[in-house]
C-alpha cells in the first residue's frame, strides 16, 4: 500500500474581502490559522480576533475557514498584502512590511537558559515528541514541533509545513493562554529566518531544533531577544544567546 502525507488546499477568507490560500495539512484549522496571524504580526492581541470557523469548502480546496478581524489587524493585513492585485496571497515575506517590522522582544531569562542547557532534560523533550507524533509514525513525511513550558512538554502538532508548525506552536499556546515569553518551541527541521521570524513576533522565548539554525535566522533572534538552539540533541548543542543576554 502507498502512504502519502497529508497535504491539501485551504482557503480562508477574512472579512469577506481578502482570501489566502495555504498548503497545509487540513486538520486542527482553527489553531493553525490562529498562530498565522499572531505570528505575522497581522493579530496583536487574541482579542483582535472576532470570529473564526471552519465553513463548507469551495471546489478545488479540502478546507474552509472564514476569519472575521478588527479594524486594526484589518488594515495590517491588506497593509501587508498592498500590491497583490489578485488578493491571493502566501504567509508573509520577510521584506513584507509587516515582517519588516520590529518584532515584539522574548526575553529567555535564566530559567529558560537553565533548562536548555540540561542536555538530558532536552533529549527527553525531542524522545517524546517523536513518540507522541502520530503521523510521523504512521506516515512520515512531515514536520513535528513541541511545547515546553515550565520544563514538561505541554503538546505536539505536526505539519507538512515547517513554518506551519511554528504557526501551530503559537496558536496553541494563545488558546490554551501559556505565556510564550516562557515557552520553549521545539522543532525538527531546520530553523530558517521565516521561522525565527514567526516566533519572534509571537514573543516566543526559546527555540530549538535537532537540525541547525540559518544564518538569516541567527541575525534575526539575535537583536530580538529569542534564544535559538542547534543540535539539540547532540552531545555539544550550538546556543544562540540574544545579545541582550550578557552571560552569552
Request: charged share 20%; with cysteine; glycine share 10%.
Amino acid at each position: 500500500m502507498k502512504v502519502l502525507a497529508p497535504e491539501a488546499l485551504v482557503r480562508v477568507r477574512v472579512n469577506e474581502v481578502v482570501t489566502l490560500e495555504w498548503s497545509c495539512t487540513p486538520h486542527d484549522l482553527p489553531c493553525l490559522a490562529t498562530g498565522w496571524f499572531v505570528s505575522e504580526g497581522i493579530v496583536r492581541n487574541p482579542d483582535e480576533i472576532e470570529d473564526l470557523a471552519e465553513v463548507h469548502p469551495q471546489p478545488g480546496y479540502a478546507a474552509g475557514l472564514t476569519v472575521r478581524l478588527t479594524r486594526p489587524a484589518l488594515g495590517r493585513l491588506t497593509a501587508a498584502l498592498s500590491g497583490d492585485t489578485a488578493s491571493s496571497v502566501r504567509p508573509a515575506a520577510l521584506t513584507s512590511p509587516v515582517a519588516a517590522r520590529e518584532p515584539v522582544s522574548a526575553s529567555g531569562g535564566h530559567q529558560l537558559r537553565s533548562l536548555l542547557e540540561d542536555r538530558g532534560r532536552v533529549t527527553s523533550w525531542f524522545r517524546d515528541m517523536f513518540d507522541q507524533a502520530a503521523l510521523r509514525s504512521s506516515v512520515g513525511g512531515v514536520h513535528t514541533g513541541g511545547l515546553v513550558v515550565g520544563g514538561d512538554l505541554a503538546l505536539v502538532v505536526e505539519d507538512v509545513s515547517r513554518h506551519h508548525v511554528v504557526d501551530r506552536l503559537v496558536g496553541s499556546a494563545v488558546l490554551t493562554g501559556i505565556a510564550r515569553e516562557k515557552a520553549i518551541f521545539l522543532v525538527s527541521a531546520r530553523i530558517s529566518g521565516t521561522m525565527a521570524a514567526k516566533a519572534c513576533r509571537a514573543g516566543v522565548g526559546a527555540l530549538a531544533t535537532r537540525s541547525v539554525p540559518t544564518e538569516l535566522a541567527a541575525a534575526i533572534a539575535a537583536p530580538r531577544g529569542l534564544i535559538l538552539v542547534g543540535r539539540a540533541r547532540g552531545e555539544a548543542p550550538h546556543y544562540y544567546w540574544p545579545e541582550s543576554d550578557a552571560a552569552g
